[in-house]
């Protein structure tokens, strides 16, 4: 009787230890790094959405907190003052920062623009407008978001391209959601406009598509137009962490790519858009690798049309430990 006390009390205490381990080792799992992340409530972060709703972040030991922001540009002074760990911004703005002396990198892949989707962003005239190639455009009253965007230097690129004096266009800075009711109502004769807005309009009867793209595919079969950056300063001290939101927004990448039927309920949800609209509109692409082209043109293109003084090479302005070049 005494040994079975003996072993029974040995039991009771294993028994004990196991679940006082087990115990530590569940709040330990449950222990998540704590992240803030600034993105605009845009079809091109829906990196982020997805890792969100299927929980990658969490399984990757992170808890994310967002901040909505209106543009690149206030995500890069979020990154900058340090309110948030990384954030959202396009080649053209991050690359202008650069040149100014930030010491801002991206550290993971973005949004592309190729083959596939190429009409995800383009020039858009009326539907019934005269209008009916890029050289009929020169002398006209064209929309864009703002000069010196992305959007800006893609007319640009294409006006060289067709043969057109830039000189001859009138640039109308007007945000992206009021720029097909310019158009619409005669205040303007085109716009380089981007999706939902396509969709919507084209849905409407309002326009139609007249150059897909920000570049022909002659000069960029496939571009990167934005990602997560992050000051490179920070980096080292903040390597675990940004490894780990890499690790999600890869797993999400091949969710995106496996599952585009189950994508447009989940872009809704998080930026409240209409999900019958994103159901017809050209989606971004979304890949796990980056070649340095893809990054390159845009910095190149910069530097051609004045919108950085010299150009660079595209990987100073990436965190090439983080996100390996092709």
């Not at 949004?111 to 009409?119: H, P």
């Not at 903040?238 to 990448?253: E, S």
């Not at 999900?275 to 910095?299: C, D, G, H, M």
């Amino acid at each position: 009787m005494k040994k079975m006390s003996i072993v029974n009390a040995v039991m009771v205490l294993g028994i004990g230890l196991l679940l006082a381990l087990f115990t530590a080792g569940a709040g330990y799992a449950k222990e998540l790094l704590p992240m803030k992340v600034s993105y605009i409530p845009i079809m091109d972060c829906q990196q982020l959405y997805v890792a969100w709703e299927k929980g990658y972040l969490e399984e990757e030991g992170l808890k994310v907190e967002g901040q909505t922001v209106q543009s690149g540009s206030m995500s890069q002074t979020l990154v900058e003052s340090g309110s948030v760990d990384l954030g959202w911004t396009a080649v053209v703005p991050l690359s202008q920062a650069y040149v100014k002396g930030f010491d801002f990198a991206f550290i993971a892949p973005g949004s592309f623009v190729d083959g596939t989707n190429r009409k995800t962003v383009g020039i858009v005239v009326k539907k019934d407008s005269p209008i009916q190639s890029f050289k009929d455009l020169a002398g006209k009253k064209v929309a864009i978001n703002a000069l010196q965007s992305i959007n800006h230097l893609g007319v640009l690129v294409l006006a060289d391209f067709y043969g057109v004096d830039a000189k001859t266009l009138k640039f109308v800075e007007i945000p992206m959601p009021s720029q097909i009711p310019a158009i619409k109502e005669g205040a303007v004769d085109a716009a380089h406009a981007a999706e939902p807005f396509i969709a919507a309009a084209e849905a409407e009867g309002i326009t139609r598509m007249l150059v897909p793209g920000y570049y022909p595919p002659e000069i960029a079969d496939r571009m990167m137009a934005a990602s997560w950056f992050a000051k490179k300063s920070s980096l080292e001290k903040n390597k675990d962490k940004m490894t780990r939101f890499i690790k999600a927004m890869t797993k999400a990448t091949d969710f995106i790519n496996k599952n585009p039927d189950q994508i447009p309920a989940i872009v809704a949800k998080y930026t409240k858009m209409d999900v019958n609209l994103l159901k017809k509109v050209a989606p971004p692409r979304f890949y796990t690798k980056v070649n340095k082209k893809e990054i390159q043109v845009s910095i190149d293109q910069c530097a051609k049309y004045g919108f950085i003084k010299n150009g660079f090479d595209a990987k100073e302005i990436v965190a090439t430990n983080l996100l390996p070049l092709q």
